[in-house]
Structures are given as C-alpha cells and as structure tokens.
Nanobody, 126 residues
Framework: QVQLAESGGGLVQVGGSLRLACAPSGRTFSRDTVAWFRQAPGKEREFVAALWRSTGRAYYEDSVKSRFTISRDNAKNMIYLQMNSLKPEDTAVYYC???????????????????WGQGTQVTVSS
C-alpha cells in the first residue's frame, strides 16, 4: 500500500521560512508528477506547486511564485517545498500528492491525484 508522509510543518512568524518534505513508502517518485496542495479552514484544497513528470518543470500558484520552490531528490526519493517570506494567508494544512498518469491540464486539480499524504500544519503568525 502506497503512503506518503509529510514533515516539516510548524509555527513561524511572518517573513520566516519552512521546508516541507514528503517521503513515500511503497512507491518511487521518479516517474510521477508530484505536487503540493494546501487547505485552510473552511476553504477548498488548492494547488500550490507541482513538478511535471516528463520535463521536471515546476509550476506554481500565482500567490506563491518567487517565494516557494518545489524540488525533488530522486536519489533519496523525496520531494520538498521550500517556503520563504511566509505570510499569514499561507496558513493551512499542506499535502503532498503524486500520480504517474495525470494529464497536464489536470495538474492543478486535487481529485486527479491518486496518492496523498496526511498533511502537515503550517501556521504563520503576525
């Protein structure tokens, strides 16, 4: 059974940084499109960033561009989300997701991903 496990969340002040990590069990990421989503209380889960499987190119939600960086380490079978210049509106539970068959036009759609972690809480205090 495939499981993804996020780590690295926590409480940080405005302007601070965190690095989230995602490790799978029972699966390797090397052929997957991998992504980060987030969900704030009372809101729908939203796309944050993704690495497209065939090109390795990164895609970001507009509000996190230039502040967040998604990366993968195939040797360690890990994906990361480096988050800098954090804002209160970044507060949410962050989830990693992976899928090998997702089509490009669905990359930002949570329901199109087969594999998910349980999430890690990120809280940015002002």
């Amino acid at each position: 059974q495939v499981q993804l496990a996020e780590s690295g969340g926590g409480l940080v002040q405005v302007g601070g940084s965190l690095r989230l990590a995602c490790a799978p069990s029972g699966r390797t990421f090397s052929r997957d499109t991998v992504a980060w989503f987030r969900q704030a209380p009372g809101k729908e889960r939203e796309f944050v960033a993704a690495l497209w499987r065939s090109t390795g190119r990164a895609y970001y939600e507009d509000s996190v561009k230039s502040r967040f960086t998604i990366s993968r380490d195939n040797a360690k079978n890990m994906i990361y989300l480096q988050m800098n210049s954090l804002k209160p509106e970044d507060t949410a539970v962050y989830y990693c997701a992976a899928d090998s068959r997702i089509i490009f036009s669905s990359m930002r759609t949570p329901s199109e991903y087969d594999y998910w972690g349980q999430g890690t809480q990120v809280t940015v205090s002002s």
